[in-house]
Structures are given as C-alpha cells and as structure tokens.
C-alpha cells in the first residue's frame, strides 16, 4: 500500500457518460498529479495541483477536469466519454510539487475505466 | 517538457545477468528519477540521483548521471525474475513546478 488511495478501482461505462475519479494523497503530501496511461499513448501528465490550486497543465482535454479540496483530496471528471479515453488513470502524490527539495512521487494503484 | 527517454524500449535477459538501462533527457535537470511500473500497477519510484552526484547505488539497482551528455544509466545487477517490469526515467525539480513527464520506458523481460 503506497499511501495514495484511488476509487473506484475498475470502472465500466458507456459512451456519452460522465464520470467521477477519485483520489486521497499520501498523509503530510500537498500535491496531487493526474496521469493517464493507454496501450497506444504511454503514460500521459494530465494535471497537477498543489495546496488546492493549479500547478502545472499537460494534454489534458476540454472534456476532462480536476481538482483539488481544502482536505487536499481530489477528483478527475472525464465528461462526454468516448471509446478511446478508455485507460487506466493514476494518481500520485509528492510533498512539494516540485517548489522545493526533491520531487518524489508516490503513486496509486490506478482506476481502470472502459467505455464501452 | 522534462520528459526522459529510454532505450532500448525492451531488453530480455536471463536470471542472474546483469540489465542496463539508459535515458536522456533535454533540459537542464535538478535531480533525475528512476521508477518501476509492474504490469498494471502504479509506478514505484526506486532511486533519485541529484544534478551534482555521477553515480549512486541502492541494493542491487546502479545509477550513474553524466550531466555533460545529458544522459543517465540504470543497472540491475544478478537480475532476478521479480526484476520483470518497465522502467521510467524522469527529470524532476527545477522551475517548472512539477510537470513531470515520463517516456515510453523500457520494458525489461527476466526469464527464471
């Protein structure tokens, strides 16, 4: 167990929908980065947050958003669905995001979403 | 972009053989990170070497850091068949806060 829990762990949907993931960081981390990770596309930074604001912006799409709650836990909402966002989504933690010392991240174990 | 890229995309070895793994990178670096992703699971970061440090070690796992070549090495000694994985390398710190992009990796086949 790495400290950072992500749900629901397994996903199945429907084209169109809308979804909601969720993820608690590690105890004592400040922020929260966003990947998602398909066959075809590697492993893809989505997004970052630190302290509840927004840090930093990869390929993330208009359909997709994000972000994080005073109790420091945030939430991906993928909206629109389409097939090919099927993948798994991870979520990782770091303490400082990268402001200061060594930016190690602590990842989850992943939600895998299929759109069907 | 901070994003490292391996080579080779995939290695195969047999238990016990050493595995050397490289990465380059584009820009100025901080501190470059090596991280483990077993089929399916999320990444484990496994040993950080900073911009001013050319060689660390952690159990069996070798890291070196050439800043000049702007190019860094990861080797797995005795490999062992719980070795099998890919293997990520990452530039972290410097001033873009974090965006932390991570290449294709290498996939790293141990046979027992």
């Known amino acids: 167990d790495s400290g950072v829990t992500q749900t629901p762990k397994h996903l199945i949907t429907a084209t169109g929908q809308r979804v909601t993931l969720r993820c608690s960081p590690r105890?004592?981390?400040?922020?929260v980065y966003w990947y998602q990770q398909s066959l075809d596309q590697g492993l893809q930074f989505l997004i970052q947050y630190y302290n509840g604001e927004e840090r930093a912006k990869g390929n993330i799409l208009e359909r997709f958003s994000a972000q994080q709650f005073p109790d420091l836990h945030s939430e991906l909402n993928l909206s629109s669905l389409e097939l090919g966002d099927s993948a798994l989504y991870f979520c990782?933690?770091?303490?400082?995001?990268?402001?200061?010392?060594?930016?190690?991240?602590?990842f989850g174990a992943g939600s895998r979403l299929t759109v069907l | 972009s901070q994003q490292g890229e391996e080579d080779p995309q995939a290695l195969s070895i047999q238990e016990g053989e050493n595995a050397t793994m490289n990465c380059s990178y584009k820009t100025s670096i901080n501190n470059l990170q090596w991280y483990r992703q077993n089929s399916g699971r999320g990444l484990v970061h496994l040993i950080l070497?900073?911009?001013?440090?050319r060689e660390k070690h952690s159990g069996r796992l070798r890291v070196t850091l050439d800043t000049s070549k702007k190019s860094s090495s990861l080797l797995i000694t005795a490999s062992r068949a719980a070795d099998t994985a890919s293997y990520f390398c990452v530039n972290a710190g410097g001033t873009s806060y974090g965006k932390l992009t991570f290449g294709q990796g290498t996939i790293l086949t141990v046979h027992p």
């Open positions: 105890s004592g981390d400040l922020s």
């Open positions: 070497i900073r911009s001013n440090e």
């Open positions: 990782a933690s770091s303490a400082t995001g990268g402001l200061s010392g060594a930016n190690v991240l602590t």
